[in-house]
């Protein structure tokens, strides 16, 4: 089970992007919850988004009214949709997740994880 991180790139400021985190791995997998996190260089990682298994959504001040977190349970992806970006939203991005799954003996785990980084440049 695993997660994938998409949709990063280059733009130049006041540009959108809009990032996934898809899980995989297992037929049954789900993700329950989910946050986006950034680590700029030489800063920490921090957490821009984040929304819960039911939907309640969070940001940090710095990317509210400016970034929309959601998801398609279908798809069993978390997306991050950003908007009017800023030179300061430059870092590579992270996506962190509880997911529900069956195991061969049709019993619920529950893990959390962590996709890979997807870099975000944006230009001034």
């Known amino acids: 089970v695993q997660l994938q991180a998409s949709g990063g790139g280059l733009v130049q400021a006041g540009g959108s992007l809009k990032l996934s985190c898809a899980a995989s791995?297992?037929?049954?997998?789900?993700?329950?919850?989910a946050g986006w996190y950034r680590q700029a260089p030489g800063k920490q990682r921090e957490l821009v988004a984040h929304i819960s298994s039911g939907d309640s959504t969070n940001y940090a001040d710095s990317v509210k009214g400016r970034f929309t977190v959601s998801r398609d349970n279908a798809k069993n992806t978390v997306y991050l949709q950003m908007n009017s970006l800023k030179p300061e939203d430059t870092a590579v991005y992270y996506c962190n997740a509880d997911l529900l799954y069956y195991n061969d003996h049709e019993e619920p785990v529950v893990m959390r994880s962590w996709g890979q980084g997807t870099l975000v440049t944006v230009s001034s």
């Open positions: 791995g297992r037929r049954s997998v789900r993700i329950t919850a």
